[in-house]
């Protein structure tokens, strides 16, 4: 099937609302291709793009990319200096996501961000905040406990002004405290590099955490680099939708609802 005739398929299908991405492997794939850490980081940055590009062009409303933990820090100071580096290329061509009438959110802590990362952060809201297509949230130093503190400190701060009442917590309050309380669950998760794991208090998200459970992970939403080959000739099946392998993202194919 050409590209275009699969394309026209896949968007006269049902399609999830929302998306997300943990960016995840891009040192490990420029490692087993010989090449320093940063290539991979380069390599995923530019991917990601794309990626952000076809959900757009696919009629995604909402997109999440986790591509910067709280956990990174950790990393060598060259390799963190460089992927903040690339994060200033994409938030400062914004003008690449008000073509696509996409808007930007940044959801994250500023905690040990240089005040030039914090200006391009706000420079790409800002400037996109009129768009009306896609929404794209960057989960930028971003770490699942820190929103979880986070939640509960706002809880109880609303708590003692008398805003809520304790015997009244249940799962609405929590979800409408995350970062992410006026954005739908999340629908879909794809994670790159392989490893079955997850991160953040998507969990929480009713609708995200019953659609996970029920996925053959190794097989339909993190499917192996080694296996894109199978990948591309078959299709995959979940709760009665069918998947076509969708994204190519440094050489791991990714199926995708239709």
């Known amino acids: 099937m050409k590209k275009n005739d699969l394309l026209e398929e896949i968007t006269s299908k049902k399609m999830p609302t929302h998306i997300a ?16 850490r940063t290539a991979g980081h380069h390599k995923g940055a530019n991917t990601l793009q794309e990626i952000v590009k076809a959900c757009s062009n ?17 990393r060598p100071e060259s390799e963190i200096s460089f992927i903040m580096k690339e994060i200033k290329k994409i938030c400062k061509d914004y ?31 800002q400037k996109t905040s009129n768009c009306t297509g896609m929404t794209l949230l960057l989960a930028f130093n971003y770490g699942a406990r820190r ?13 003692n002004n008398n ?11 929590i979800e409408d405290n995350l970062y ?24 929480i998200q009713k609708s995200y955490m019953r ?14 680099w080694r296996m894109k080959n199978e990948a591309k000739s078959n299709y995959s099946y979940f709760n009665g939708y069918r998947f076509y392998p969708l994204f190519l993202f440094r050489g791991m194919v990714y199926n995708f609802f239709i």
């Open 21 to 36: 991405f943990i960016l995840d492997g891009n040192g490990r794939w420029a490692k087993n291709k010989g090449l320093p």
């Open 58 to 74: 696919l009629g995604i409303k909402y997109c999440t990319a986790y591509v910067f933990s709280t956990e990174n820090w950790s």
């Open 95 to 125: 003008q690449k996501f008000v073509k696509l009438n996409i808007k930007v959110k940044i959801i994250g802590v500023r905690d040990y961000l240089t005040k030039d990362i914090i200006e391009m952060l706000d420079l790409v809201t």
């Open 147 to 159: 929103e979880m503190i986070d939640c509960v400190k706002e809880i109880v701060n609303k708590i």
């Open 163 to 173: 805003e809520i009442k304790i015997d009244d917590l249940n799962e609405k309050i």
């Open 180 to 203: 992410t309380k006026d954005i739908p669950s999340v629908d879909f998760l794809i994670r790159t590099s392989g490893e079955i794991r997850v991160i953040g208090p998507i969990f």
């Open 211 to 224: 659609q996970f459970m029920n996925i053959k992970i190794d097989t339909v939403v993190m499917v192996d």
